[in-house]
């Protein structure tokens, strides 16, 4: 494998910044992202608060579901002990949703072994499932190249509520049939039948979306002892109660400092990535698996259209008492995240860091500061029939990003083009609308009113020079398709919809292609944590 870094492509002006300037950004993070910060954030913090035997405990039921390995277990004993983590999440898409879950899982591991090794301490890689999602149309479905294009296929299954992930269970032969007109579609290799068995294997008994999530990620990564954990896990909820009373005793204080950060976070340039209300709560209440997100009104938590109220003594009493009945947001998640686990860094992708960059009041406000906040790789793989490709035609990847190989497609087809056919169709049309202003003015001229008739058939021979200009450009097109391909192969496999490869694309393709030692050998690849976007050649 051969690497290469570039300057992060696509990056919003906030990301950018983030990247290049964090210094910049101090009004809206406690630490930038270097190796300084994080030999301050494991001086400074006090670890020793966590519940980690009750947190060792929760992971260790949770995970013994899916097995785990001797190095897992090594980095629970570590946890309960005196570890820290390097933790990131993700949804729970199906066959690990895009690729970037992989990368983040990498991220992960790979920031906690140079850690382990920089530091001198145990320092934990762990995956945070956000099981707790009730969005099923963003974990539903994958992207794969059929028929020389790139098609969306959904898990045809539809909820008439919108669940959680966690209650949301799939019909097991459905998600069969559905995995296997996944796998009819990739080409047969050496690879797929092992593939396709591993991935009906690891469906069987798991049959909710994180479940078949979390098998996948520990089949891929459970010798790194990556440790999984699902935000929606019942015993981890009673483990969160009492966080969960601290979000409803402040709920008030904590809806005006977040307000009032993401309203500076504006007025800096960025937008507002919460977009969140004064009168917000930050807490799902959870009913039947469906999460309804409360507001306060006239000192009630309330979530109008579905009539639920509580008084804070209510609301305290559910925290207390019933904490599986609640459920974070964008705002309460990353704090959690840090009242459970000891956090020396917090992996993110563009969007994460920029909704946490409202939040920095919020973590004071419970005595606490955000962790170091690392970007997590941003990885783009080229494999070798594009990189072929890429040679032959004389393309580099920035030229990809830069939109120059659709130019220098659009231009290959008109340099093919006889420009004498559409301007002599255009005067044919020109031509013809002339004699029919002429017909139109001698009719009048007799009196004959035929208007309408003499128009509407002008349109219909219009239509049919439309037709006609239309099948010549087709013909064209297909004289030509063999040679069209191979610019649309090179934008397909690295600028899928116009974006980055790995927000798009699910690993299956790649593992279908060359194996599933795929996931080893990226984790061997020499990455730096330097804002870099990192192209490997496989």
Do not use: C
């Amino acid at each position: 494998m051969r690497l290469e870094q570039y300057t992060q492509p696509f990056a919003s002006s906030f990301y950018k910044k983030y990247l290049e300037d964090t210094a910049s950004l101090s009004s809206f993070f406690h630490y930038e992202w270097n190796q300084k910060a994080i030999i301050k954030r494991l001086q400074e913090t006090d670890f020793s608060k966590h519940k980690r035997n009750e947190l060792v405990k929760v992971l260790t039921n949770y995970m013994s579901k899916f097995g785990i390995s001797e190095k897992s277990r090594k980095h629970l004993e570590e946890l309960e002990d005196n570890g820290v983590v390097v933790i990131g999440g993700q949804q729970a898409g199906i066959l690990s949703g895009p690729m970037y879950s992989i990368h983040k899982a990498i991220s992960v591991i790979t920031l906690a072994k140079q850690q382990r090794d920089i530091l001198g301490v145990p320092v934990i890689p762990v995956f945070w499932i956000a099981g707790e999602d009730h969005d099923i149309d963003e974990i539903n479905h994958v992207y794969i190249e059929r028929s020389r294009k790139l098609q969306k296929l959904v898990y045809p299954e539809k909820s008439r509520i919108k669940k959680m992930a966690s209650d949301t269970n799939f019909d097991k032969q459905l998600m069969q049939n559905y995995l296997d007109e996944i796998f009819q579609s990739l080409p047969e290799t050496l690879y797929t039948k092992e593939l396709f068995s591993k991935v009906m294997n690891l469906l069987e008994g798991n049959n909710y979306y994180p479940d078949f999530f979390a098998a996948l990620m520990n089949d891929l990564f459970q010798e790194e002892g990556l440790l999984l954990i699902d935000a929606a896990y019942g015993p981890f909820r009673q483990l969160e109660s009492e966080y969960f009373q601290l979000f409803v005793q402040q709920s008030s204080e904590l809806a005006r400092v977040v307000f009032e950060q993401e309203a500076v976070f504006e007025q800096a340039g960025f937008g507002t990535p919460i977009q969140t209300k004064e009168s917000a709560a930050h807490l799902f209440y959870v009913e039947d698996g469906e999460r309804f997100l409360l507001e306060r009104k006239d000192h009630m938590f309330i979530h109008e259209a579905k009539g639920i109220s509580f008084t804070k003594e209510e609301l305290m009493d559910i925290a207390k008492n019933h904490p599986e009945k609640l459920s974070n947001n964008v705002v309460t998640r990353p704090i959690m995240q840090e009242m459970v686990f000891p956090t020396l860094s917090f992996i993110g992708g563009p969007g994460e860091i920029a909704y946490w960059a409202t939040l920095k009041t919020a973590f004071e406000l419970f005595n606490m500061k955000m962790p170091v906040i690392m970007p997590r790789l941003s990885v783009t793989i080229v494999n070798s029939k594009t990189q072929s490709l890429l040679e032959k035609l004389s393309f580099t990847i920035q030229d990809v990003w830069g939109g120059l190989v659709e130019e220098a497609k659009v231009q290959y087809i008109n340099d093919h083009r006889n420009e004498q056919i559409p301007q002599m169709i255009e005067k044919m049309r020109e031509e013809l609308a002339a004699k029919y202003e002429g017909l139109e003015q001698l009719l009048l001229s007799e009196d004959l009113k035929l208007t309408p008739l003499v128009q509407k058939n002008l349109r219909y021979h219009e239509k049919q020079l439309s037709f006609l200009g239309n099948a010549i450009e087709d013909t064209l097109i297909g004289k030509l398709d063999a040679s069209i391909y191979r610019y649309e192969q090179i934008t397909m496999e690295l600028t899928p919809n116009g974006g980055l490869q790995e927000r798009i694309y699910s690993p299956l393709q790649l593992l279908n292609e060359v194996g599933l030692s795929l996931v080893n050998d990226l984790l061997e690849v020499k990455y730096e944590f330097n804002g870099k976007h990192h192209v490997v050649y496989i």
